[in-house]
């Protein structure tokens, strides 16, 4: 009799030490997302990994301090400040936002520009109260303030030069990453279409 109510006591003891199902539902969610998240970063690491073995020329953006390197193989061959996008939130009258983040993610050169025009979008006049004008009005169009190069990363990003060379460093960009003019010239050159970009 004592021993059946001693293993009834630690049967119950031990279904009270088992977790639920909704508890272990949230643990397997918990560990697939922390598995997501390291399967990115190992394929984040092989892409670069990659490009050291190749050889070849590619460039690497650290958003979050704001520099930027280009590589070839394990030789950094020039280190630059750069800067990111300002993770600032736009919006308009209409309930429209825009948020001002640089993706993070393995890129490649799309093309190369010279003297790059900027086509100001609905975003650049919403920031600065200013009445949007009609997609074909000729006042969107802005010379020289990209710098003398551009090299396109696609849906609308790119590393470009800037006006404010006082603010590289800092997160102040729409999502590109602007560069000074003499470490833009020198990617620029070194880059060719296909060069991999690498943002994190």
């Known amino acids: 009799m004592l021993f059946l109510s001693l293993a009834a006591v630690a049967t119950a003891q031990e279904a009270q030490k088992q977790p639920s199902l909704d508890e272990l539902r949230q643990q397997v969610q918990a560990l697939e997302q922390r598995t997501a998240v390291l399967e990115e970063e ?6 670069i990994l990659r490009a ?4 070849e020329i590619y460039i690497v953006v650290d958003t979050e301090n704001n520099r930027l390197s280009l590589r070839k193989g394990d030789r950094v061959l020039r280190t630059a400040v750069c800067s990111s996008g300002s993770r600032e939130l736009v919006e308009d009258e209409y309930g429209r936002t825009w948020f001002f983040e640089t993706p993070n993610g393995a890129f490649r050169v799309l093309a190369k520009e010279r003297n790059p025009v900027w086509i100001r979008p609905d975003w650049s006049y919403v920031e600065e109260n200013m009445p949007v004008p009609a997609l074909n009005d000729p006042d969107r169009i802005v010379r020289d303030v990209l710098g003398k190069y551009a090299l396109v990363l696609g849906n609308g990003y790119k590393l470009h030069g800037t006006t404010f060379k006082d603010l590289l460093g800092t997160h102040f960009t729409h999502g590109c990453i602007s560069m000074g003019d003499t470490d833009l010239e020198a990617a620029y050159k070194a880059s060719k279409v296909g060069t991999r970009v690498y943002l994190y």
Do not use: H, T, W
């Open 42 to 47: 190992n394929e984040g690491l092989k892409r």
């Open 52 to 55: 050291r073995e190749d050889g």
